[in-house]
Structure formats: structure tokens, C-alpha cells
């Protein structure tokens, strides 16, 4: 290949945003020089490179457009550490199968179980499938709620959440809920009632929610649209977030010494 040649080449694919064949071409170049790879081989390669490049973009561009709290996927759990949960459910939950039927995913469990982290993987998934998603914490929901009902544009906002495809509402449960916030959640998520899928994660028994949300009215005709075609996920089991403190001191110390 003369260097004119090589040059246009890179124009090329500088024009065309291929910037990892770009990248990787000097090395394929020299493999396949050697008769290492041949053209095919090598073509293919950089193109799958490209493609995982361009996958990772778009899940990068979803982290950022649904706000979702951390990049974990199914892949990153193990589900080794926390036995109680079903593998088999979450993998089916996977194929995005309840995201098209409408249904809701209710994860319930202590802090630190993998709730957030599974929602988010969820959430990633869906993002990944291009169905609208939206993370977001139960607080920040409300915040964003009440802040359009007084400025007289809460039905807008309303409908903006109603419309995502799927919507993550992150730890229900953490704050208590006055009487106007649990009524707005209640229109929101009547709105979304078998048409669209909402997944929760919540820390609260859904027997306590009365208190919860202050009102056993509200409490149950909330509750009562999220369950009606759900998927409820009970994780029992250890925190992740502080298991190695309950470790023995001296794996603990091992442990400290690999990382270094
Ligand atoms: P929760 O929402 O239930 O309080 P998180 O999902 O936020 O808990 O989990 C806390 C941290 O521990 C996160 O960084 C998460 O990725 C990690 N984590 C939790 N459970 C697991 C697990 N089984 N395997 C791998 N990482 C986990
Ligand atoms: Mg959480």
C-alpha cells in the first residue's frame, strides 16, 4: 500500500467516525503483512471491533439519557452471594418479555442486597433494546412532581413519566411520604397501569406501606396496580455493601494485601 494510499484510507475512515478500525489498522496491517491474518480475518476482526465500540457507546449514552446511578449489569452480580434469589427469574426478566407485556418488577429487600444494582441492569438492558427509560429515585420523582404541580405544568410532567417505556422508581421507602406526594405517585402510577412497565425497589413491606405513605387508601390502590402483573423479587440474604467486615480478620487482611 503506498503512503498516499494509506492516507486516503484514513481519511476515510476519520470521515466515516470508524475510529477504532483506525486505531487497530496499523497492527492488522502488520499481520496481515506477515501472513498472520489474512484480508478476510483481518476485516473481520476490525469490524468487530467497531461493533463492540459502537455497542458501548450507546449503552454509555443510555447511562447518561436515563440516569442510571452506576453502570452494573446481570453479568456483574453474583448471585453466588445472595442464594435466596432466583437466577432463573432474573435471566427471564431479561429478555425484556414483561417490558412488552406491561408488567411491573418489584425488587423488596434490605439495603444492600442488589436491588438498585439489578434494577439498574434491568434498566440497562431495556435502554440497550431501545425502549425510553428513566431512572430515577423515589425522592427526586416526587421533588420533580411537586415542583410542576406548583408551577401549574403537573399534568406535562405527568405525561412525561407516563410515556417511558419503562420506568425505574429507585427506593420507595427510604422517606416517609406525605399525603400530597403519595397521591401524586398514585397518579402516576395509574397512568402507567397496564400499559407501560414500572420496576420498584423498595426496603418496605408492602404490609407496611399504609404507614408509608400515611394513607391505607392510597396505599392499597398503589400497591394494587403495581402487583396486578408483577414480577416480586424478596431478596433475604447478606448486604454486599459490608460483607467483607464480617469476615474473618485475617481474609480480610489477605484480601487488602491482593488489592495493593
Ligand atoms: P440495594 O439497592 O439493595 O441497597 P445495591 O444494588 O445498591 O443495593 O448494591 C450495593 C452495592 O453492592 C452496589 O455497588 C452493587 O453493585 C453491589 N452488589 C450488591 N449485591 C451484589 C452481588 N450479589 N454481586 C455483585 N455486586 C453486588
Ligand atoms: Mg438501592
Not at 494509506?6 to 476515510?12: D, K
Not at 436491588?115 to 416526587?142: D, M, N, P, V
Not at 417505556?165 to 421507602?173: A, P, S, T, V, W
Request: proline share 3%.
Amino acid at each position: 500500500m503506498t503512503a498516499k494510499n494509506y492516507n486516503r484510507l484514513i481519511n476515510n475512515l476519520d470521515e466515516l467516525k470508524l475510529r477504532s478500525i483506525r486505531d487497530a489498522l496499523p497492527e492488522y496491517l502488520t499481520l496481515v503483512d506477515q501472513n498472520e491474518k489474512d484480508f478476510i480475518q483481518a476485516l473481520y476482526e476490525l469490524t468487530e471491533l467497531e461493533k463492540e465500540a459502537k455497542q458501548e457507546r450507546i449503552i454509555r449514552a443510555c447511562v447518561r439519557t436515563a440516569g442510571f446511578p452506576f453502570m452494573k449489569e446481570i453479568s456483574d452480580f453474583d448471585f453466588g452471594f445472595q442464594p435466596s434469589l432466583n437466577k432463573g427469574k432474573i435471566m427471564e426478566l431479561s429478555t425484556l418479555r414483561f417490558v412488552e407485556n406491561h408488567e411491573n418488577v418489584l425488587f423488596l429487600g434490605t439495603p444492600g442486597t442488589g436491588k438498585t444494582h439489578l434494577a439498574t441492569a434491568l434498566g440497562i438492558e431495556a435502554a440497550r433494546s431501545h425502549y425510553s427509560t428513566c431512572f430515577i429515585s423515589c425522592q427526586t420523582l416526587i421533588e420533580h412532581l411537586k415542583r410542576a404541580e406548583h408551577e401549574n405544568r403537573l399534568e406535562d410532567k405527568l405525561k412525561h413519566y407516563a410515556r417511558y417505556r419503562l420506568l425505574i422508581i429507585d427506593e420507595i421507602g427510604y422517606l416517609n411520604l406525605d399525603s400530597r406526594a403519595a397521591n401524586l405517585l398514585f397518579q402516576l402510577i395509574s397512568r402507567r397501569y397496564e400499559k407501560r412497565s414500572t420496576i420498584i425497589t423498595t426496603n418496605v413491606e408492602f404490609g407496611e406501606w399504609e404507614r408509608l405513605l400515611g394513607d391505607p387508601v392510597i396505599a392499597n390502590a398503589i400497591l394494587d396496580r403495581l402487583l396486578h402483573h408483577s414480577h416480586v423479587l424478596k431478596i433475604m440474604g447478606p448486604s454486599y455493601r459490608t460483607k467483607d467486615i464480617f469476615k474473618p480478620k485475617k481474609e480480610r487482611l489477605q484480601k487488602v494485601g491482593a488489592d495493593d
